[in-house]
Nanobody, 123 residues
Framework: VQLQASGGGLVQAGGFLRLSCAASARTFSSYSMGWFRQAPGKEREFVAA????????SYADSVKGRFTISRDNAKNTVYLQMNSLKPEDTAVYYC?????????????????WGQGTQVTVSS
């Protein structure tokens, strides 16, 4: 499975961005999809995940109520809508895919990774 993340950029605090992750897999609809982020000097951390059906969704406490994960299986794409962005959301954001259910919150349990897209939130 090849993953291509896009949509990052520079935004002011309080602003919004939508990240996209396009997958190459013909069986995309059988994969759970996740978003993780890594800030300089920090470990990669869980942001959000969605099961293949979309019925199971989870978020990190730090983004609940601000970020929304969704997927379009017809387009082999998963999205992360990020609203009310804060400077502490600044990081490289990675999308990931795996067939485990329910989707895991530990990055080492995900098999496939995209290349990352930079999100910078200025204060």
């Amino acid at each position: 499975v090849q993953l291509q993340a896009s949509g990052g950029g520079l935004v002011q605090a309080g602003g919004f961005l939508r990240l996209s992750c396009a997958a190459s897999a013909r069986t995309f609809s059988s994969y759970s999809m996740g978003w993780f982020r890594q800030a300089p000097g920090k470990e990669r951390e869980f942001v959000a995940a969605i099961s293949w059906s979309g019925r199971s969704i989870s978020y990190a406490d730090s983004v609940k109520g601000r970020f929304t994960i969704s997927r379009d299986n017809a387009k082999n794409t998963v999205y992360l809508q990020m609203n009310s962005l804060k400077p502490e959301d600044t990081a490289v954001y990675y999308c990931a895919a795996d067939q485990k259910l329910p989707p895991r919150k530990i990055y080492s349990e995900w098999t496939y990774w995209g290349q990352g897209t930079q999100v910078t939130v200025s204060s």
